[in-house]
């Protein structure tokens, strides 16, 4: 058996449902579902919202009063129902570190998709003076590269390059070797906006560091401060790269140490997501393509049409489509790299949210945000044995004390209580557990559709138990029926 790569509940269940049962899954409006009353998986909730895409540090206190406001507009009685922020299920031990696993991934896709940025951004910067070049030295700058390509594996390009070109073509090693150094570098400058963070001790008071270390060195030694005094932003050293003249051989210099940034990169450990991959390949096909292409124009190469169109088919889903060219048509590599950089550089904002620990404090700010706007808070575990927050809530649901439980984690489904989903959207689906079984399990008896359901539930994987190889979904159902 392996652990389950399930992030919340059944693995893979809800879009199995919506293929053989799509009628369990009902889209509904906020008005449909007035003066409800709605227990809210609020810990999942504050996830939503602080990896939303905004550059708010404190979007997750914007989107639960959002919520509460939309909710109370139409007379819904909100409930909300957090995990215990210290105490953790043993159960759960498994999940929470397959959790921490994927943090580590997420953190490292994050770093390579920030390399990559930098890589094509230099890359955008050599494109614009390969525009400036004449169509003759544009065509000598190709061959150039290609001569590289089919080159022995040495550790620099051959010397074909005038003693004036010698010191620029030298620094091409320089830059590559230094590229991961520098980028770190980058990373403040690129991603300026504090992020709210968990601290774990007080601050320490500036008075007792004057206690400690004495008077501040501006009042002791006034000649000792530097010019460049830090001021409340930390100063960040970096290495300024030498930019390459806008000749031939500088040029293909450069453009073969993007390439061979390139190919270190596509060597690394880090498992790439399926954008990343195809990004990769893009990028690749883009040196190709200056390598290999012929001049056709002012900064426009001859390629692979249908291979190029089909990589920026697969990127379309993830930025706005490139222009398909034809079989005819030549690609405007400069226009090609910045739209690459476009696409990089949504990526790399979505790995960094992703690369982000929720602090505790987050959710200690929103259950108060909830006390402080009269709605009613709860904590699984306070004063009563530790349990999942969406237990709690269908709990509640089965006493009588709310209708429905909003949350995205499919264990819900277990409990037989509606399940509304899309909360923190808005984007609203009402999920009827028991028209579920039904529609899983028509030939079961009634009285043992809910056991069933479970037995699915355990074949398919959940945050408790492992998947077992070769059994997901469709399998599970078909050994339960």
Same mark, same amino acid.
């Given at each position: 058996?392996?652990?389950t790569g399930v992030?919340?509940?059944i693995k893979?269940v809800l879009?199995?449902i919506?293929?053989?049962?799509?009628?369990?899954?009902?889209?509904?409006q906020v008005?449909?579902?007035?003066?409800?009353?709605i227990?809210?998986?609020?810990?999942?909730?504050?996830q939503?919202?602080?990896?939303?895409?905004?550059?708010?540090?404190?979007?997750?206190?914007?989107g639960?009063?959002?919520?509460?406001?939309?909710?109370?507009?139409?007379?819904?009685k909100?409930?909300?129902?957090?995990?215990?922020l210290?105490?953790?299920l043993?159960?759960?031990?498994?999940?929470?570190?397959?959790?921490?696993?994927?943090?580590?991934?997420a953190?490292?896709?994050?770093?390579?998709?920030?390399?990559?940025?930098?890589?094509?951004?230099?890359?955008?910067?050599?494109m614009?003076?390969f525009?400036?070049?004449?169509t003759?030295?544009?065509a000598?700058?190709?061959?150039?590269?290609?001569?590289?390509?089919?080159?022995?594996?040495?550790?620099?390009p051959?010397?074909l390059?005038?003693?004036?070109?010698m010191?620029?073509a030298a620094t091409?090693?320089?830059?590559?070797?230094?590229?991961?150094?520098?980028?770190?570098a980058?990373?403040f400058?690129?991603?300026?906006?504090?992020?709210? &963070?968990?601290? %774990?001790y007080?601050p320490?008071p500036?008075?007792?560091?004057? /206690?400690? $270390?004495?008077?501040? +060195? #501006?009042a002791?030694l006034?000649?000792?401060?530097?010019?460049?005094?830090c001021g409340?932003t930390p100063?960040?050293?970096?290495?300024?790269?030498?930019?390459?003249?806008a000749t031939p051989?500088?040029l293909?210099?450069?453009?073969?140490?993007?390439?061979?940034?390139?190919r270190?990169?596509?060597?690394?450990?880090?498992?790439?997501?399926?954008?990343?991959?195809r990004?990769?390949?893009?990028?690749?096909?883009l040196?190709?393509?200056?390598g290999?292409g012929h001049?056709?124009?002012?900064?426009?190469?001859?390629?692979?049409?249908?291979?190029?169109?089909?990589?920026?088919?697969?990127? &379309?889903?993830y %930025?706005?489509p490139?222009?398909p060219?034809?079989?005819d048509e /030549?690609? $405007?590599?400069?226009? +090609? #790299?910045?739209?690459?950089?476009?696409?990089?550089?949504q990526l790399v904002?979505?790995?960094r949210?992703s690369s982000?620990?929720?602090p505790?404090?987050?959710?200690i700010?929103?259950?108060?945000l909830?006390?402080d706007?009269?709605a009613?808070?709860?904590v699984?575990?306070?004063?009563t044995?530790?349990?999942e927050?969406?237990?709690?809530?269908?709990a509640?649901?089965?006493?009588?004390?709310?209708?429905?439980?909003?949350?995205?984690d499919?264990?819900?489904?277990l409990?037989?209580?509606?399940?509304?989903r899309?909360?923190?959207?808005?984007?609203?689906?009402?999920?009827?557990?028991?028209?579920?079984? %039904?529609?899983?399990?028509?030939?079961?008896?009634l009285?043992?559709?809910?056991?069933?359901?479970i037995?699915?539930a355990?074949l398919?994987?959940?945050?408790y138990?492992?998947?077992?190889?070769?059994?997901?979904?469709?399998n599970?159902?078909?050994l339960?029926?």
């Amino acid at each position: 058996m392996r652990a389950t790569g399930v992030a919340r509940g059944i693995k893979g269940v809800l879009p199995y449902i919506r293929h053989v049962a799509p009628h369990c899954l009902v889209p509904v409006q906020v008005q449909d579902l007035a003066h409800a009353r709605i227990a809210i998986d609020a810990t999942l909730l504050v996830q939503r919202f602080f990896y939303r895409d905004s550059p708010d540090p404190y979007r997750y206190l914007g989107g639960f009063r959002d919520v509460i406001e939309q909710l109370r507009a139409v007379h819904i009685k909100p409930i909300f129902v957090f995990d215990h922020l210290h105490e953790r299920l043993p159960q759960k031990a498994r999940e929470n570190a397959r959790r921490r696993a994927a943090h580590r991934l997420a953190s490292a896709r994050y770093e390579h998709e920030q390399r990559r940025a930098k890589r094509l951004q230099t890359l955008c910067e050599h494109m614009s003076m390969f525009q400036q070049l004449s169509t003759e030295d544009q065509a000598h700058t190709c061959a150039l590269l290609r001569h590289y390509t089919y080159s022995d594996h040495a550790a620099s390009p051959p010397p074909l390059v005038a003693s004036d070109d010698m010191n620029m073509a030298a620094t091409w090693a320089q830059q590559h070797l230094a590229w991961t150094d520098i980028q770190d570098a980058h990373v403040f400058q690129l991603f300026p906006h504090p992020m709210p &963070s968990d601290d %774990a001790y007080d601050p320490f008071p500036h008075d007792l560091y004057v /206690a400690v $270390d004495g008077p501040p +060195a #501006a009042a002791a030694l006034p000649w000792a401060v530097s010019d460049h005094a830090c001021g409340d932003t930390p100063m960040v050293w970096e290495l300024e790269l030498p930019t390459p003249s806008a000749t031939p051989q500088a040029l293909a210099h450069a453009l073969h140490a993007q390439r061979a940034a390139l190919r270190a990169a596509q060597s690394s450990d880090v498992q790439e997501t399926p954008a990343q991959g195809r990004t990769t390949d893009a990028e690749a096909c883009l040196y190709k393509i200056l390598g290999e292409g012929h001049i056709q124009g002012q900064g426009q190469l001859t390629c692979d049409a249908p291979r190029w169109n089909a990589l920026c088919q697969d990127l &379309s889903k993830y %930025a706005s489509p490139f222009p398909p060219i034809s079989e005819d048509e /030549a690609l $405007d590599v400069y226009a +090609a #790299a910045m739209h690459l950089l476009a696409i990089s550089t949504q990526l790399v904002g979505m790995y960094r949210r992703s690369s982000f620990l929720i602090p505790q404090q987050a959710y200690i700010e929103c259950m108060q945000l909830c006390r402080d706007m009269h709605a009613p808070v709860l904590v699984a575990g306070d004063d009563t044995p530790i349990h999942e927050g969406e237990a709690l809530a269908s709990a509640l649901v089965r006493e009588g004390y709310a209708d429905m439980v909003a949350s995205e984690d499919t264990d819900v489904l277990l409990y037989e209580v509606p399940m509304l989903r899309g909360l923190s959207n808005m984007s609203l689906e009402l999920v009827d557990p028991v028209a579920i079984q %039904a529609a899983l399990f028509p030939h079961i008896p009634l009285d043992q559709r809910a056991s069933s359901l479970i037995q699915f539930a355990l074949l398919c994987g959940t945050d408790y138990n492992r998947t077992i190889p070769g059994i997901a979904v469709k399998n599970g159902h078909r050994l339960v029926n």
